[in-house]
């Protein structure tokens, strides 16, 4: 019995000293340094936890943009980055509800470019740039510069617009959405297809009549005869300013005859940099004056919309069901 009683002392002891570390408790309530918490399988696999809430998992997520000035890859977390592109992208001055429905469609893009495939004209490590090209996002230090005194006051009714609406993102059929936004229609927006040539059942042409309040509503652009020819290889006889032969259902052109050639009314805003590709034209001398309407590519949700919305007493829920037809606002998706 004494033997006996020895071996189990020395067996207690040598568990107590061998066993492992991470089998420690940690006290009720005290937190580890991880971002997530982990555990480990049988077959010895990290794996991560799957209940965390969809706030919580918003906040995990940080986004590496690529800061085009420094050339250098910036990670930034999830709802700076939102408050950054609002900023960046809409007037500070917009109503609130106007500012949430920005909020959505900016946390809806990044949404769908972090669960996309990479995009091989990205840096690495890069999902989005700051430019145009994606979302334009400025740093706080950056709106500083630009805003001075007025930042504190503009940032936070942008960071209240980010915050009142936190984790929700656009969906169809539980996917995060193509969230295009521009600045100004002509009073309808436009079909994805004649634009974008591919059909998207939620980016369809709506009524927009708000949109006159815009300064930007209506513009006259003048362009010389012969950086026309250059630009659009063509040779234009005197006199000649080309003829609109079809327009889109939201009323933009869709086939423009000019030197014997035909261009999509997007191919003649795009090359000669017009607001719109809702114009008309006319020859005065050796210059061609084309008259816009609307100012952006015109698909999606229109932001002097939205603003006319808001105004007129419409929900940020409102304003985004008006201009994505079938969506559903949805929680951050896990990624």
Not at 14 to 23: E, K, R, S, V, Y
Not at 248 to 275: C, M, N, P, Y
């Amino acid at each position: 019995m004494k033997k006996r009683y020895l071996f189990l002392m020395i067996i207690g002891i040598a568990l107590f000293f061998f066993i492992p570390i991470g089998l420690v408790l940690l006290p009720a309530g005290e937190e580890t340094d991880k971002a997530s918490e982990e555990t480990q399988t049988d077959s010895g696999n990290i794996v991560e936890e799957t209940d965390t809430s969809p706030a919580e998992e918003e906040e995990r997520v940080s986004v590496p943009v690529f800061r085009s000035k420094h050339e250098a890859v910036e990670e930034v977390s999830l709802e700076d980055y939102v408050a950054g592109v609002v900023a960046s992208e809409m007037p500070a001055e917009f109503e609130m509800e106007a500012l949430k429905a920005q909020a959505l469609t900016a946390r809806t893009y990044i949404a769908k470019q972090l669960h996309a495939a990479t995009d091989i004209n990205l840096p690495d490590g890069a999902v989005v740039t700051d430019t145009a090209m994606h979302q334009v996002y400025q740093s706080e230090e950056e709106l500083k510069e630009k805003w001075g005194s007025d930042y504190e006051r503009k940032m936070d009714k942008i960071r209240k617009a980010v915050r009142e609406t936190k984790g929700q993102v656009l969906t169809y059929q539980d996917e995060p959405i193509t969230a295009a936004f521009f600045s100004t229609s002509n009073g309808y927006t436009e079909n994805a297809e004649d634009y974008w040539q591919n059909p998207v059942p939620y980016l369809q042409s709506v009524e927009s009549p708000w949109d006159k309040q815009s300064p930007r509503y209506e513009n006259v652009q003048r362009v010389p005869v012969t950086e026309v020819e250059r630009i659009l290889g063509v040779s234009l006889p005197s006199q000649e300013a080309g003829t609109i032969t079809e327009r889109t259902e939201g009323g933009r052109v869709a086939a423009f005859q000019i030197g014997g050639k035909t261009f999509h009314g997007r191919e003649i805003r795009e090359k000669l940099q017009l607001d719109s590709s809702d114009f008309q034209v006319e020859r005065q001398g050796e210059e061609l004056h084309f008259r816009t309407k609307g100012w952006g590519h015109g698909v999606g949700m229109s932001q002097y919309g939205a603003e006319g919305m808001a105004k007129e007493g419409k929900s940020y829920e409102d304003i985004l069901s008006h201009y994505y037809k079938g969506v559903t606002i949805s929680s951050f998706p896990r990624l």
